[in-house]
């Protein structure tokens, strides 16, 4: 089945074909990062109306890309939630549209559910179950993912997510946006040992996270010290091995406590060059296998929604044969269910 996934959520307009044959095929995607930038965060009004530029024309080079036509699409899926809702609707709308006009059938995918399979698009994928970190501006969780569709929250963030930490941080610091690659870049500037931050909830004994406190002790410092470059690259060093030390201890942790030695990294934050270090490092030492998506695949994109879209179309989990359609702004990974 040749799937076309149409990916809107937030800031980037992101499609692919995926065949579930052959794989992926093609993939195309449009950053926003430029036009926000002036404004220092995502502007939801400017989101969708950029969608609405780009959606088209990159449906049309995806297929001029793959050399295929658009009666060639024997399925459409597409980003239902959760995200901003005027951008949900962009790619919903035009999703539903096309499917009604091509007599093929659709599927609302799960944003998160997208980031949680992109590592199986790659040439070794892991086997099911698996431990999975989300970890993104909006989310820093961990899963135990058994399959397709069956989904166990086994910790959450209490406030802040690791990638909203990032974004925060590099405000502080007057960096610019986005913050995340930001910081990491200001970070490898920076000298070991100057500086201490809290690692928050490191030995709680459970698998949550929390990082209001250090986005606290972070402004703490950023106040307490005149801001030149050196303190600037040396808050950002120790911001950053506070996040990573956390975030592999608890990864450490969520496979000691199911069994499992698999752990598959998601999200945009799981680009993050000192984090994949950190865990491939701890993999060595403990013996488990940790696997990650193309960097061009942590953020979001169209070929992960194309190929979690795909995986339940070809299971039949067809959601709205009439083409009517909303959207979930907010939507529980916990409410899905196996194709």
């Known amino acids: 089945m040749l799937v076309l996934g149409i990916e809107s959520s937030c800031d980037e307009t992101g499609i692919a074909l995926y065949d579930t044959n052959q794989g992926l095929i093609a993939h195309a995607l449009h950053s926003q990062i430029e036009m926000h930038a002036e404004y220092g965060g995502v502007v939801p009004e400017l989101a969708s109306r950029d969608h609405i530029r780009r959606v088209l024309p990159l449906i049309q ?10 009666s060639d699409i024997e399925g459409i899926a597409y980003t239902k939630g959760p995200g901003l809702s005027g951008a949900l609707l962009v790619g919903t709308s035009v999703a539903e549209a096309l499917a009604f006009t091509l007599n093929v059938p659709t599927v609302g995918v799960h944003h998160l559910e997208g980031h949680l399979l992109a ?18 501006g909006g989310h820093t969780q961990l899963m135990r993912v058994s ?3 069956e989904y166990e ?6 406030d802040d997510a690791a990638g ?5 941080t590099a405000k502080l610091l007057d960096l610019s946006y986005p913050g995340g690659p930001a910081v990491s870049k200001l970070a490898e500037q920076g000298i070991k ?21 250090l986005k606290t002790a972070v402004l703490t410092l950023a106040n307490s010290n005149e801001l030149d470059p050196q303190t600037k690259a040396d808050i950002a060093y120790e911001f950053q091995e506070a996040v990573t030390e956390v975030l592999v201890s608890k990864c450490a942790n969520a496979l000691k406590k199911t069994g499992l030695n698999n752990l598959i990294v998601s999200g945009g934050v799981g680009a993050n060059k000192r984090l994949r270090e950190r865990l491939n490092a701890e993999a060595k030492r403990k013996g488990f296998h940790v696997h990650y998506p193309r960097l061009e ?11 979690a879209g795909a995986m339940r179309l070809k299971n039949l989990a067809d959601d709205g044969g009439n083409h009517s359609f909303t959207v979930r702004p907010r939507w529980d990974l916990a409410e899905l269910q196996k194709p």
């Open 193 to 213: 040992d100057r500086f201490k931050l809290p690692r928050s909830m490191l030995h709680s004994g459970d698998l949550n996270f929390s990082f209001s406190g």
């Open 164 to 168: 909203e930490a990032f974004d925060k």
């Open 119 to 136: 590592p199986l698009l790659e040439e070794n994928p892991p086997a099911f179950p698996f431990v999975a970190l989300l970890v993104s």
């Open 61 to 70: 080079k995806v297929l001029t890309d793959a050399n295929l036509e658009l």
């Open 153 to 158: 929250l086994l910790g959450d963030t209490l």
């Open 147 to 149: 399959e397709i569709g």
């Open 297 to 307: 695949f942590c953020t979001d994109n169209g070929a992960m929604i194309a190929f």
